[in-house]
């Protein structure tokens, strides 16, 4: 994973699915996720299993972005807004969302 430069912004989202490992809904519902690697945009898209026993979480997804713009024109994009209406909403039972961006020697964030 590259260090954050600039205005670039890492989306991190850990989630614990309501499925069981490696069922097809489970499968189905990670096929659908990583088809938003398609999205104009998203860079870097990731998707992994948590390993750590210091938290309840299952998987993980990560992306980058060029900018806050780009973020955010992600996630207003319709594929974007269909795939968290129909497919997060009913398959993840919790999750914690983070954006990240580089914290420069003065302090402040330039996203």
């Given at each position: 994973?590259?260090?954050?430069?600039g205005?670039?912004?890492r989306h991190l989202v850990v989630?614990?699915?309501?499925?069981?490992?490696g069922t097809a809904e489970a499968e189905a519902f990670l096929a659908a996720l990583r088809?938003?690697?398609a999205v104009e945009g998203v860079?870097?898209?990731?998707?992994?299993?948590?390993?750590?026993s210091k938290n309840s979480y299952q998987l993980a997804v990560t992306m980058e972005?060029?900018?806050?713009?780009t973020y955010e024109a992600y996630n207003a994009h319709?594929?974007?807004?269909?795939?968290?209406?129909d497919r997060?909403?009913?398959?993840?039972?919790?999750?914690?969302?983070i954006d990240l961006a580089e914290l420069a020697p003065d302090g402040s964030v330039d996203a």
């Open positions: 994973m590259a260090t954050l430069r205005s670039r912004i989630f614990t699915l309501r499925h069981e490992d088809s938003l690697a860079e870097e898209l990731d998707v992994v299993r948590q390993v750590g972005f060029a900018d806050r713009a319709p594929d974007h807004v269909a795939f968290v209406r997060w909403a009913a398959d993840v039972t919790d999750f914690m969302e």
